[in-house]
């Protein structure tokens, strides 16, 4: 584009200051207008077919970013053009960048931003999606994720002044806790501890005993499983943290009981509650949207794009659609509960009172039991498959193996896994399967086989090749 014409069609944030464009070439800055793009800077890390949005640590980057070039003395006196490709995935986490920043800084309403996003020749953006392996059933748009910073920003989520974060991009790794905050100070996302720490084959496993420190550093008291109880939970008993087992299948949703229960849970804790299912992804996700639509009045899509942005890869499924089918009733009974919350400190009551009139809770149901909402034939019918896998595992597997990023993402010091994958436990069983399958020689299991193996070919595509030294075609 020619300089007088170079912002012809571009979403203007500022007038003659701040604008943003699609365009097909990379261009060059001239005297009068500065050109950058994040594109290959900032780069979301997919389980499946996701592809964002981006998370909080490269939104804060980004922030941090277009304010020195907004605030620096040699482009003063250029119009600021943040440029992304026709690449549609990088386009719509580009907009969700640049809207933000427009909601947070610019005090733009997260419609005002949508609006210039769309504004002049610019088209719609692709809407994100779910970490599934399968087809998409529910769209996240640009203009959701923007809401959802909103609201976040509101209700003091989102501060950038106390945000730290190299301690959220190292938090966050697999091998260092895989945790992170939702609402701060309250509500704590993390994957499964295991009996033992240990780095089983390159990948990482911690033991209670690992997250003591960081949850009594950050006055975490409450821990809730969502998932079968892989360690005893007396490990955290016993070193005074309250543990209540809520368990329900693994990317199913679930049960009014369960989502009354887990609300009763953290509405009467004084601490914070660190919530985990597999992977903590789905399950974790799915309740803490229960406890942001209650509590903060987020709708289904706030929700859902706060908790990715915080957490990626969280809420899959059908567990989408079940947070759109409870927004009503859950509204409702937050209405409800924060009447009574006024009415009670008026007395001076030390504890909030749950809004759900009609649960009756016993502490010792809690503390003493795991709420199983299965028989035990039921929960055989939906353990895991015969190869050892269920959807928490493939997603923890898959963020196991990614390797930490550059220095260009803030410098911290992390251990580096030297990971020969195909040596996991997983690949291990999947391995003894598929040779009992091949000795049989039976027709249908291999078809079976061959199925699941496209379904999870990027974990084992490599091993069967080398192993059974064939060559698979998709």
Not at 131 to 144: H, I, K, P, R
Not at 412 to 441: C, K, L, P
Request: glycine share 6%; hydrophobic share 35%; with cysteine.
């Amino acid at each position: 584009m020619a300089d007088e014409n170079d912002l012809i069609g571009a979403a203007e944030f500022v007038k003659d200051r701040l604008y943003f464009a699609t365009l097909r070439s990379k261009p060059k800055s001239t005297a009068n207008t500065h050109y950058f793009s994040t594109d290959e800077e900032f780069v979301y890390e997919n389980f499946y077919a996701d592809f964002g949005p981006l998370n909080f640590a490269m939104l804060y980057r980004y922030c941090c970013k277009l304010n020195k070039k907004l605030k620096s003395f040699t482009l003063t006196r250029k119009r600021i053009v943040h440029y992304t490709s026709f690449d549609q995935r990088k386009r719509a986490n580009a907009a969700v960048l640049i809207g933000a920043y427009a909601v947070i800084y610019l005090k733009k309403t997260p419609e005002e931003a949508y609006r210039a996003l769309i504004s002049g020749s610019n088209a719609s953006y692709l809407p994100f999606r779910d970490a599934s392996f399968g087809n998409c059933t529910y769209n996240l748009t640009v203009l959701d994720c923007l809401q959802g910073i909103r609201k976040a920003l509101q209700h003091g989520f989102l501060n950038f002044e106390t945000f730290d974060v190299n301690e959220y991009e190292h938090y966050e790794r697999v091998e260092n806790g895989d945790l992170n905050w939702i609402i701060p100070g309250k509500l704590l996302a993390f994957s499964g501890p295991h009996p033992k720490s240990k780095i089983e084959n390159g990948y990482p496993l911690h033991a209670p005993e690992a997250y003591f420190p960081y949850f009594r550093k950050h006055d975490v008291t409450t821990i809730v499983r969502l998932n079968k109880n892989i360690y005893d939970a007396k490990r955290f008993t016993d070193a005074g943290f309250d543990h209540y087992d809520l368990f329900f299948v693994d990317g199913s949703t679930p049960s009014d009981v369960i989502t009354r229960r887990f609300l009763h849970v953290c509405e009467s804790t004084d601490g914070a509650v660190a919530v985990h299912c597999k992977a903590g992804l789905g399950r974790t996700g799915t309740l803490i949207g229960c406890y942001l639509m209650k509590h903060y009045r987020f709708t289904p899509a706030e929700a859902i794009a706060w908790i990715r942005i915080c957490r990626p890869g969280s809420i899959i499924g059908p567990q989408q659609h079940y947070l759109e089918e409870k927004q009503t009733s859950l509204w409702a009974h937050g209405d409800i509960h924060r009447s009574k919350q006024r009415q009670y400190e008026d007395r001076s009551v030390p504890h909030l009172i749950s809004s759900m009139d009609n649960l009756s809770i016993s502490t010792s149901i809690f503390k003493s039991h795991n709420v199983y909402m299965f028989s035990n034939s039921q929960q055989n019918d939906y353990a895991e498959n015969d190869l050892g896998m269920t959807q928490g595992d493939k997603l923890r597997a898959l963020k196991g193996r990614r390797q930490p990023r550059s220095a260009t993402t803030g410098a911290i010091s992390v251990h580096i896994m030297h990971t020969n994958f195909f040596q996991n436990e997983y690949v291990r069983d999947a391995s003894h399967a598929i040779s009992a399958v091949f000795r049989q020689r039976n027709t249908d299991n291999i078809q079976q086989t061959a199925e699941w193996l496209f379904e999870i070919k990027d974990v084992y595509e490599v091993y069967v090749c080398n192993e059974y030294n064939v060559t698979i075609q998709y």
